[in-house]
């Protein structure tokens, strides 16, 4: 038997709500496997994060060669890139595997709103976009990664890029019932979908959607087909969510599996 292969390259949060164990877990549920190259350490809980160390780039070339020497990949994720010297190397890793399809989630703060990627400037991760497949922005990483005030120029500006943008409204009018995740290409929206707002905050919903594109584009999907199923997933998993500590809830990755009657959220 054998499972399509997702390289995930995201940082590490202890309590597993987001970063390398939310990714690994999404790709997971989906069938896939993940190999992981942790970005940066994390100290963090479910209230927020308290400090980030970014990984040596002498490590990560090391562990990534050890990795190719073994096996091959059917798809790359990307998530938080803490410093200028991991950028270059991922810049490197998208551009030697361009073929491949690429997710790159672009994390700039933490769902509680800390600074996470220390002294990368948000529009340097515009670079990466000649050679990722989809970025996932929300709103707020939209503005910052194209460093456009307004959200139809800043969509225009990121999707002129070879990247299609997924860009999710869960930061939009917080008192709205719905809420909406657009999909572009060369300045074209290509897919809206709608979903009911859920009550609650979420530690590491961003990571699910976009490790759960990965996955699914390694197994053939489309991009839209991997936009739409990853959101259905993801919304789902965010409906189950845990709540392990004070803070924001986990989401409920595996929810497809029986839970406990006390893992369940039903606030």
């Known amino acids: 038997m054998t499972r399509p292969v997702v390289l995930i ?50 490590m990560l070339e090391r562990q990534l060669s050890v990795l190719e020497a073994d096996m091959s990949f059917d798809a790359i994720k990307v998530g938080l890139i803490a410093d200028a010297g991991v950028l270059e190397f991922v810049a490197r890793l998208l551009a030697r595997y361009r073929k491949l399809p690429s997710v790159l989630d672009p994390v700039v703060t933490s769902g509680t709103g800390q600074a996470m990627n220390g002294n990368v400037a948000p529009g340097a991760l515009r670079a990466l976009l000649d050679d990722v497949t989809l970025v996932t ?65 979420y530690h590491g919903s961003g990571c699910t959607l976009a490790a759960s594109c990965a996955a699914l584009m390694a197994q053939g999907d489309s991009i839209e087909s991997a936009c739409a199923r990853a959101q259905s997933y993801t919304w789902h998993a965010l409906e189950h969510g845990i709540r392990l500590g004070g803070g924001q809830f986990m989401p409920g990755r595996f929810w497809h599996y029986p839970l406990s009657a006390t893992e369940h959220n039903d606030d």
């Open 137 to 201: 922005p929300n709103t707020a990483e939209l503005l910052r990664m194209s460093e456009v005030p307004d959200p139809e120029r800043a969509i225009e500006r990121l999707s002129a890029q070879n990247a299609h943008v997924l860009v999710t409204g869960t930061d939009v009018d917080p008192g709205a019932e719905r809420i909406t995740h657009s999909l572009f290409h060369a300045g074209r929206a290509i897919k809206h979908w709608s979903w009911p707002r859920l009550s609650g905050s």
């Open 9 to 58: 390259l995201s940082g590490h949060d202890p309590t597993g709500g987001a970063g390398l164990t939310a990714d690994a877990e999404a790709v997971a549920a989906h069938g896939g496997w993940p190999v992981t190259l942790a970005t940066a350490m994390t100290a963090q809980n479910t209230y927020g994060v308290e400090a980030v160390w970014p990984t040596p780039v002498a």
